[in-house]
């Protein structure tokens, strides 16, 4: 039996190596013990003397292996226990109920059942140990021969156990690279650079309110127009944070269909649905230690709305199809260009979602309301715009370039000014860059019209989104989708621009003679 016994741990330990998946591996792990040990489940966590913690990476079944990231802190006398544990090679409990280590994991994990558990255990160093838990559902299941039988390959196991976790681990920070990545290419897209163009004019007040708020873990609503540069200033609040070397997590609330929303926020195990053929790790539990923007907050529904609150408050999910609680440390920075509170009092938005969000707001000026910082921008832009399209001229402004810049109104904010720059750029062919188009579309009078000041006479931010889109229209000749439509210009899906319109009662016969 000892012989056959190692020749089956050597062989698995070869499976294992070989295995291109890490889900496949572990249920390789868990067929071959069922062979000689009683086995419901199979626990892998790694045990942090120095935190006091029990840190969960996979639970495997016969069919299925969840990988996890739990957290499970231990009471005084747990600690005490695990602190015993650590020095034996294999420990045995044969009744979870007489023990307070596995009291406090089966109260954190769910585990109803009264179960069995024989384990081996490996230092990887000073302070943290990793373990391989067999586990039996029922009292006294495991015996003295199981024991023995472990004794004998516990070399093999334990370098199964520790090979297991560094591919966890490598997984995870191929997945966390690969998002980062992604990100990044996103916002270079945008500016390049960790200068923000009006820091020290136009946007100098909203700095200083990000200034404030950034190094603490409180919520932030970012509010404004569309294209006003709010992702560009949640950047720039998780840059100047304590979590700016952890994730920095971008989701358009309005772009994701309810259908979808559980599966993107919570992500889902593999084989939970037709088409899951991996696990996926949702945007909260990407953004964990880190921090996770939700654009576009206001387009939820109410029952989207109510599945975010659920998360916000306890900070833990299951993924689609998953048994097991996820708790993520992930700060929230939201952002919208309706007005929620008014859409609170429609009974649009949720309350109660609207005060955890509301915690520090910033208001971002658009900007008709800041035109000191256009020939910056624009000068930015031009830059930046010639370097991406890998021009050989340096292209320049004509004298009239910038006043007619200044002129306009900018409906469609920053992110209009630097498509602008691009479209002038392509059709420039080496000329100075002039903007004769823009002229006579300003609608300055409106900035300066003294209804504005008349609460009477305030436009409502729907009112005001209302015109944004008619404006986008306008400029598209009514274009929706494709290069030069409304969707690109404002930066948006256009399923996602159509839908808005029939929302607000927008109609194609009317944009261009709003």
Do not use: C
């Given at each position: 039996m000892t012989t056959l016994l190692k020749e089956s741990a050597s062989a698995l330990s070869l499976r294992v190596f070989n295995s291109q998946d890490i889900h496949q591996a572990l249920v390789e792990v868990f067929k071959s013990l069922q062979e000689s040990f009683p086995l419901d489940f199979i626990n892998i966590p790694i045990m942090d003397d120095r935190r006091r913690v029990a840190r969960y990476r996979a639970v495997v079944t016969k069919d299925n292996a969840v990988l996890v990231d739990e957290t499970v802190k231990l009471s005084k006398a747990a600690y005490q226990e695990a602190i015993q544990f650590r020095g034996e090679k294999i420990a045995l409990i044969n009744d979870s109920e007489q023990s307070a280590l596995l009291k406090d994991i089966a109260a954190h994990l769910g585990i109803p059942d009264i179960?069995?558990?024989?384990?081996?255990?490996?230092?990887?160093?000073?302070?943290?140990?990793?373990v391989l838990g067999l586990v039996a559902l029922g009292k006294g299941r495991y015996l003295d021969e199981h024991y023995r039988r472990l004794e004998e390959i516990y070399d093999v196991i334990s370098s199964i156990t520790i090979n297991l976790l560094n591919r966890i681990e490598i997984d995870e920070l191929r997945e966390s690279l690969t998002i980062e990545n992604a990100e990044?290419?996103?916002?270079l897209g945008y500016l390049g650079d960790s200068q923000i163009v009006g820091m020290e004019s136009g946007l100098s007040g909203t700095l200083e309110q990000i200034?404030?708020?950034?190094?603490l873990d409180s919520p932030v609503l970012l509010m404004g127009e569309t294209g006003v540069g709010k992702e560009v200033l949640a950047n720039a609040i998780h840059q100047k944070s304590r979590r700016a070397d952890k994730p920095f997590v971008s989701l358009n609330c309005g772009a994701i269909p309810e259908s979808l929303l559980e599966s993107e926020l919570f992500g889902h195990e593999k084989g939970a649905f037709t088409g899951a053929s991996q696990l996926r790790k949702g945007y909260f539990e990407q953004a964990d230690g880190g921090t996770i923007f939700l654009d576009e907050i206001g387009e939820l529904s109410l029952n989207a709305q109510v599945k975010?609150?659920?998360?916000?408050?306890?900070?833990?999910?299951?993924?689609?199809?998953?048994?097991?609680?996820?708790?993520?440390?992930?700060?929230?920075?939201?952002?919208?260009?309706r007005d929620l509170e008014a859409m609170v009092k429609d009974l649009k938005f949720r309350?109660?979602?609207?005060?955890?969000?509301?915690?520090?707001?910033?208001?971002?000026p658009p900007l008709r309301e800041r035109q000191e910082d256009i020939p910056a921008l624009a000068?930015?832009?031009?830059?930046?715009?010639?370097?991406?399209?890998?021009?050989?001229?340096?292209?320049?402004?004509?004298p009239e370039a910038l006043a007619q810049l200044q002129s306009y109104d900018w409906p469609g904010n920053v992110r209009e000014l630097q498509n602008v720059m691009e479209r002038a750029i392509i059709i420039s062919k080496g000329l100075p860059l002039s903007f004769p188009h823009l002229a006579g579309t300003s609608a300055g009078p409106r900035a300066s019209d003294s209804s504005a000041d008349d609460p009477a006479n305030f436009p409502t931010m729907e009112e005001m989104t209302i015109r944004h889109i008619v404006k986008s229209l306008q400029?598209?000749?009514?274009?929706?989708e494709g290069a030069g439509g409304a969707a690109e210009l404002l930066n948006m899906h256009p399923s996602t621009l159509r839908g808005r319109m029939r929302k607000l009662g927008i109609r194609m016969s009317r944009t261009l003679t709003y």
């Open positions: 179960f069995s558990t024989i384990a081996i255990n490996k230092r990887i160093d000073r302070d943290r140990y990793a990044l290419k996103k916002r200034e404030q708020v950034a190094p975010l609150l659920r998360l916000i408050q306890t900070m833990e999910f299951k993924r689609v199809g998953g048994q097991f609680n996820i708790s993520v440390d992930a700060r929230i920075i939201a952002a919208t260009n309350q109660d979602l609207w005060f955890r969000l509301n915690v520090f707001p910033v208001f971002i000068e930015y832009f031009m830059r930046h715009k010639s370097k991406e399209m890998n021009i050989s001229y340096t292209p320049r402004f004509s400029l598209a000749n009514g274009k929706i």
